[in-house]
């Protein structure tokens, strides 16, 4: 897509987890609808370069533009500490203002709860899965959302947590305890995120689905999230499952 096709009033994204299934799917399906600063694990810069020529597929060797760009690659690393506060400030440097901030962002590590070597691990999938992203909307807030409640409502600005059906259910002998106990940690502390910041005018919602794409499509995954930030729903946890639901 080039630039006139997208027009200046696109929503600014910023999109954690670009690298994985839902990132790669989003910059691809949804580029024409949003700019996005797209956040990177360190040293993926194969996947940035090709995000790259997605944004303008005519013109593959065009260096991106300085100022106003719609597609803004930001390398980073979840476990580290300061990499929440750097987002942010690449983020708002890049495009002044943030609309919808979507963490895919995942780190599987599989593993029995009565392992201690697992269990020694289990602090670094926290973090990156359920610390980090919560620490990034807090920088969001602190640095911009926090001054602006009435242009927050505007514009609508809003938060899209990935978590997973693997948040209530228990698969025996699968390993997920980090994983499951991550992802409910997330839904929950999305629900509470959704009322701290229902003063600033910013809306928090979740989507959970099951497997995907092999048991709910990406399609349907990318189109409950679009749904979801051109609504007015906040506190909401979408189930994408063969039967979805719900939870208020």
Request: proline share 6%; glycine share 6%.
């Amino acid at each position: 897509m080039t630039g006139q096709e997208l027009g200046n009033e696109s929503r600014v994204c910023l999109l954690l987890g670009a690298g994985g299934r839902m990132g790669r799917s989003f910059c691809q399906h949804l580029g024409a609808r949003y700019r996005i600063a797209a956040v990177y694990r360190n040293g993926n810069s194969t996947e940035v370069r090709r995000q790259e020529r997605v944004i303008d597929p005519l013109a593959p060797d065009r260096p991106a533009p300085e100022i106003r760009t719609h597609f803004y690659p930001i390398a980073a690393d979840l476990a580290d500490p300061t990499s929440s506060e750097r987002i942010v400030e690449l983020a708002l440097a890049a495009f002044g203002h943030i609309d919808l901030v979507v963490n895919s962002a995942v780190h599987y590590d599989w593993g029995p709860g009565t392992s201690l070597e697992f269990l020694e691990r289990l602090p670094r999938q926290l973090t990156i899965n359920v610390v980090r992203p919560l620490q990034v909307v807090a920088e969001m807030y602190r640095k911009s959302w926090h001054a602006t409640p009435e242009e927050n409502r505007r514009a609508n600005r809003n938060v899209v947590n990935l978590s997973s059906v693997a948040a209530f259910n228990v698969y025996p002998d699968s390993g997920q305890i980090g994983y499951s106990s991550c992802k409910a940690a997330l839904t929950m502390a999305s629900r509470h995120l959704a009322l701290e910041l229902e003063p600033a005018g910013v809306r928090v919602n979740v989507i959970a689905p099951n497997t995907f794409p092999g048991i709910v499509s990406v399609e349907q995954v990318l189109a409950t999230l679009c749904e979801l930030d051109s609504g007015s729903a906040t506190g909401e946890v979408r189930v994408l499952d063969r039967r979805s639901k719900t939870i208020e």
